[in-house]
């Protein structure tokens, strides 16, 4: 039995659990990405860390577990079933594009708290918290507050990443002729597949995530996206745009090594269950590390 919501939902479990083992990556490339060019990387991380150790590194944890992975779910689930059911190519990239703005309607107000979060230190606004932050939101700005970003039309990254993924898988196959191929030998296609996927649609998203970042972080501000995209491009050229890129990859890489390789292997024809519950209980116990090191009144 592997349906496609059974095979979704332990995709994204290995994901998860990969997403929150590196979670410290995203707080990072989100501090970069708020930045100005001149501050140096170890200059950000320990202010990021700001005395309270793994703590710190875990700001806006809470929302993104409520939001974000639960919208990726939703994602993959509609992908999925769009791959099964639908015949043409038109239809599936149509039905891509249909989960993309569910998903966003969902992870766009996670985002902009657990960003805002991140960036949050002694010379900012204080928010005691997630609940909060959004109180305050929706006092100044409404609904439209938790939205910021979001009239940034959603890019093909999806679309990316499968055709990349595919493409690394047939190389890999045309690569390796032998009938018979190992389970050894196919997690680590699929965990290279997905990682090469992953960088690949990083390189392409992040300047425009650069763009949305500094959208939701900074809420006294009502520039457009086209003038946060002019002074970025004034103060120091592309390389402004790929501001946090180097954490973003590994956070991404290893995320989507995660998924592709539980996403594959629950496939009847891919070798059975052992690879998705070795490759869940590695990010089990780096999750079970992270989660105890962690106080109680971490919070959202």
Known sequence: FCSTKFNTLFSEGGYGLAYSATFPLVALKTQLQNESAEKRFSSVLKDLSDGNGLKSLYKGYGTTVLTKIPATLLYCGMVDSTQKECKTDVAKRGGSFMAALVSQSISIPGDVVSKTLMVQNKHTTPYKGALHLVEEILKKDGIKGLYRGYNIPPVASSFIWWKAYEATQSAFIKFNQKEDVTWKHRLLYQA?????????????????????????????????????????????????????????????????????????????????????????????????????????????
Do not use: W
């Open 192 to 300: 290279t597949s997905g990682f090469a996927a992953s960088v690949l649609t990083s390189s392409y998203a992040h300047p425009l995530d650069t763009i949305t970042t500094l959208q939701q972080v900074n809420h006294n501000s009502t520039e457009t996206a086209r003038k946060i995209a002019m002074e970025l491009f004034k103060e120091n050229g592309l390389k402004a745009f790929y501001r946090g890129y180097l954490p973003a990859v590994v956070n991404l890489g290893i995320c989507g090594a995660a998924y592709a390789v539980v996403h594959s292997s629950l496939k009847p024809d891919v070798g059975g269950y052992l690879p998705a519950v070795v490759n869940l209980a590695i990010c089990g116990a780096a999750y079970a590390v992270v989660h105890s090191s962690l106080k109680p009144d971490v919070g959202c």
